[in-house]
């Protein structure tokens, strides 16, 4: 393990680690830093909220401030390539944290937002460009961007790059840009497609790995409830009525039915708000904006809408419905446990969900605790112990054995009023 400051990065960029207050890196930083410095491709393998943005973040502004020179009109010394403008916008902000005393640019298009402007602010040239790959190809569509410059690519959450159906974008991209680049790519999960990926995309790669490919983070304690879908939203309530600061995330598995949860919590008193397809741009970014503040402490989101949110308070996320792609169980719940921090992830399941969760359990190797009611007959799964330090048990007295009633649906209504 190294500092900072160990790795002779540019003055700048030891100045704005300092400023931020990081001194120690994270383990996936510690692996993928030194090989990127030397020129490396990367094939990095690690869960959201472990340090993937640093981990490029940093070899690849290094590189481009020891090539000083304003970039020429159209065109950008660097790509970075992320499925969601929610996550676009993030790698920018903590780019422009290291960025900030130096020239260098940074750059996002995304859609959702205005293309003139971001015609316009292209046509200056940018160092670095931050961009979801639908949008940059209608930059290159109509003349407004010239990636034959580009000498650096980073694709982060690939994976889910390819199950939002990216994969002819990225091919159209790949030809337009420059060479030799030196390439990284970052992924939590490991399917067969990421592995055709990454052989097209880099060469001799070092690949760096945190947890296997489909493993959550460790210091997520996961349980599950067997509960039928008239009985989710009391469950619920009880959940959170434990704990009624914290920041919890809920997801569920449609639009409508995230819409309607949010709702039914409002009503209750509980302060939340809700992230999906059919919300705008201004409107996911307020929410995102007030569940981060603490403004709101409970945000119902469905997969798309939540991918890229990186906020560290989030102590619980909650799978109220389970997702019908396992991989998403390992992206839901690694909203949670980021930066170090613990966390708890819990799922619903209902007697039709069953097969979703073993699937679940099939990918990460792992038999999830069940922390109530009865698993269906037909497939009655061994319960293990939970954990003696789990976070659920702390301060909240006895728990209710699994073939215990269950508790009345009462409603509860928490001391907090909804936020103006």
Known sequence: MFDFDMLGLAP????????????QPTPIQNQAIPLAM????????????????????LPLTDHLLAQPGKPAPKTAKALILAPTRELVNQIADSLRTLTKKTKLRVATVVGGQSINKQVMFLSRGTDI??????????????GAVDLGQVRHLVLD??????????????RRIAPELGTPRQTMLFSATMPK????????????????????PGKAADKITQSVHFVEKPDKPAKLREILSRDTDALTLVFSRTKHGAEKLMKGLVAD???????HGNK???????????FREGEITVLVATDVAARG????????VINYDLPNVPDNYVHRIGRTARAGREGEAIAFCASDEFDLLRQIQKLMKIEIPVAGGTAPEFAEPKKPARRSGNRSQRGRGPQRKADAPKPMNKKRRPRRKTAA
Do not use: C, W
Not at 12 to 23: I, K, Q, V, Y
Not at 129 to 142: N, S
């Open 269 to 275: 008193g509980y302060n939340a708000a809700s992230i």
């Open 193 to 212: 497609q990421m592995e055709e990926l990454s052989r097209a995309y880099l060469t001799n790669p070092q690949r760096v790995q945190v947890s296997p």
């Open 38 to 57: 030397e020129g490396h491709d990367i094939l990095g393998l690690a869960q959201t909220g472990t340090g993937k943005t640093l981990a490029f973040g």
């Open 129 to 142: 460009l931050v961009a979801t790959p639908g949008r940059l190809i209608d930059l290159m569509e109509r």
């Open 309 to 316: 949110i990186d906020i560290p308070g989030v102590a619980y």
């Open 157 to 170: 959450e690939a994976d889910q790059m390819l199950d939002m159906g990216f994969i002819h974008a990225l």
């Open 280 to 290: 705008s741009q201004g409107q996911r970014d307020r929410a995102i904006k007030a």
């Open 12 to 23: 700048a960029l030891n100045d704005a680690l300092e400023r931020a207050n990081f001194t």
